[in-house]
């Protein structure tokens, strides 16, 4: 880019020296000045037999100059055209408006083992995010092959956050190299939007609080949660396998939230009443929006908005009611 201004800086400056130089040695007009630096820097002008010697010295100085000038930026020019940078360029821009189209969507902040990891689960599940990371080349390497939208730039910078839309984000989490990152891109994206669910993950345990202060909606330790799951496994190995079949790709059983706004068509029904059942889907539980608890929850439980219904079953019948499409 900075090849392209200095160019037009070239072609831009070169015209308007032409200009002031006719507009005094010919005592023209702007407009004829400006006319007779354009046709003579173009080669394109004419003799004038009422030329005086004045004139014809400018003109002779300024066409060996602004002729090797020209040719030079016109050079300069068509190679950028052509050039990987102006190519790299036009990717981004159709990466962006990509990027702007997107609403409701998840930001992924980090492409290491387990940012990747987190995009494919969503990929696979036809979620829409966006990535998130500071390596350019291996950003695009990995989201270009996979037609995964990104934006190559630093998690902690807001600038580089409002490019992946956190604005009209539903959830972020972040999964960079360091805690200290981790606690900064939560810092970000708190103050970016207040209703953002924000997932961070903690190498450390004294982190966890800090995160947690710092706004994250959940923090994640895979230390801790690697030794709880072998636990598990240890005490219940069935529920664990039961657990994995569930949360396997391509499997048409599924664990999810169901989050009911006051639009949805079970306000106000008993769970009794409502056609989950019907389509395949058991709720295990319901959490009321002020954190009270149903597990189980009765048949005569009343749905009201701001609940979350934790339902299992079956794949295309949970995507349905989440207006995802159907795997």
Known sequence: MKTVFTTLGLLFGLTFAGTLGFRFVRDVSWIDAAYLA????????SENPGIDTPSKLFVIFYMITGLGIFTF??????????SAEFQQVLKRRKMQQRISQLSGHSIVCGQGRMGLAICEYLAERGRPFVVVDIDDDRVAEIC?????????GDATDDDVLRLAGIDRATSLTTVLATDSDNL??????????G????????????????????G???????FSTGAVKMARFMLNPSIEDFIEIADARGNDLELADIQIDSTSPFVGQKLMETDLRGRGIMVIGIRRANG??????????????????FVFGNSDAVNSILGEPAK
């Open 292 to 309: 009270d608890r149903l597990m189980p929850p009765p048949g005569n439980a009343v749905i009201h908005p701001g609940d979350s219904l």
């Open 144 to 152: 270009h092959e996979r037609k995964w939208p990104y934006v190559p």
């Open 38 to 45: 354009v046709i003579t820097l173009t080669t394109l002008g």
């Open 184 to 193: 900064y891109v939560v810092l970000s994206a708190r103050m970016l939007n």
């Open 195 to 214: 209703q953002l669910k924000i997932i961070a993950r903690a190498s450390e345990q004294k982190a966890i609080e800090k995160l947690e202060r710092a």
């Open 73 to 82: 930026s016109a050079f300069q020019f068509g190679n950028w055209i052509v």
């Open 216 to 222: 994250a909606t959940r923090v994640v330790s895979p």
